[in-house]
């Protein structure tokens, strides 16, 4: 079985400040780990992926995200955050053992205050 | 952005009516697959296929169908739409194990 978890459903930072949404999974196997992001009445957008290799992933718009396997974590991270980053944002795992499709978490919605 | 498209964005419709929410990609993608999610909330995957002449039920039970008769086609029926189908519908497609699901605009149905 896979599961995630996001553990905060809002996220709230101050523009310019650095911003973290947390990710923690479980799988069978080694895992393959991304992050979406979802603006409203759109589908979503892939932000970036954990495969292999480095543990710091640098994605699109600034963001990465740090793989940590002891923690089974894969947080997502900012360095100065922008307003026009608020948005639901989801972690998503599939194992390399042939599960069929991402499971996605629940979800956490990033608000950044002007 | 991703060449995937779903048609139509949004739809209302009246109880007992059948309809079916089309989506298309052009990657030439194998694997494609249909999410179901209430605004704001979690995705839950209803149908995936592994290729042409291949669908499979997801996690979350659905009274909706799927055919793939084209690769770059994977339309979602309802036989008579019912208001608990009232919801977000995503479709998406990806490329062997290891890459991304691209998805689709979404289709926002409302049964009344």
């Known amino acids: 079985a896979q599961s995630v978890a996001q553990p905060e459903d809002q996220v709230n930072v101050a523009e310019g400040n650095p911003l973290t949404v947390k990710c923690t999974y479980s799988?069978?196997?080694?895992?393959?780990l991304f992050w979406y992001v979802q603006y409203p009445n759109r589908g979503l957008q892939f932000l970036l992926k954990y495969i292999t290799g480095d543990n710091l992933v640098k994605g699109s718009y600034g963001f990465e995200a740090e793989f940590n396997k002891s923690q089974t974590s894969f947080h997502l991270k900012k360095p100065s955050a922008l307003v026009s980053d608020s948005a639901l944002y989801f972690c998503a795992v599939i194992s390399d053992t042939g599960r069929r499709a991402l499971t996605f978490g629940s979800g956490t919605r990033l608000q950044v205050q002007p | 952005e991703a060449d995937i498209y779903q048609t139509p964005r949004y739809l209302v419709i009246g109880t007992g009516k059948k309809i079916t929410l089309e989506c298309s990609q052009t990657?030439?993608?194998?694997?494609m697959y249909w999410y179901q999610q209430d605004p704001g909330m979690e995705l839950h995957l209803i149908h995936y296929?592994?290729?042409?002449?291949?669908?499979e039920k997801g996690d979350l039970s659905s009274e909706s169908t799927v055919s793939r008769i084209r690769t770059e086609h994977f339309p979602l029926t309802l036989e008579s739409a019912r208001p608990s189908h009232t919801s977000q519908y995503l479709c998406?497609?990806?490329?062997?194990?290891?890459?991304?699901?691209?998805f689709g605009p979404g289709t926002r149905l409302t049964v009344l």
């Open positions: 990657m030439g993608h194998d694997k």
């Open positions: 998406a497609s990806s490329e062997p194990m290891g890459n991304e699901q691209f």
């Open positions: 296929s592994y290729g042409v002449n291949s669908t």
């Open positions: 799988v069978s196997g080694n895992p393959y």
